[in-house]
């Protein structure tokens, strides 16, 4: 495991997030399962949140920002993880070159499609035999 005197960076998992779903289906543990605690969420979902205490429990401490994931790390951003604009810009040109092959399959499948409309030159037939 890890010490939990030493000070860890916060939790990438959204406090809002946690807090929204321990209100709502809380009883059901889906805070835990939203942080990696399955375990635990399982278990809370086969007791019903303790019959109602573990969850109210687990309500106070999401909410004041005080619960940790499965790694340890404090739930405590309100707001999810932003995406840093590097990885956006290199979805947008992955997009863009997927786009660009779309375009071209697109062409090859027009060709293809005026092959195949046109009407074929009807075969030679063999030659008579006369006697």
Do not use: C
């Not at 709502?24 to 942080?35: D, E, M, T």
């Not at 070159?97 to 009407?119: G, K, N, S």
């Amino acid at each position: 495991m890890h010490d939990l005197t030493e000070p860890l960076d916060p939790s990438n998992r959204s406090r809002g997030v946690a807090t929204a779903l321990a209100a709502i289906l809380g009883p059901f543990g889906a805070h835990r399962f939203y942080v990696g605690k399955t375990g635990s969420g399982a278990l809370m979902a086969a007791t019903l949140g303790g019959l109602g205490v573990w969850w109210l429990y687990d309500l106070i401490v999401v909410a004041a920002g005080d619960f940790r994931d499965v790694n340890g790390r404090r739930v405590s951003r309100w707001d999810p993880q932003v995406a840093d604009t590097q990885s956006t810009e290199m979805l947008a040109q992955d997009v863009d070159a997927l786009r660009a092959e779309v375009a071209e399959l697109a062409e090859r499948l027009d060709f293809a499609e005026r092959l195949l409309a046109q009407p074929r030159d009807a075969a030679p037939s063999a030659p008579s035999r006369r006697p």
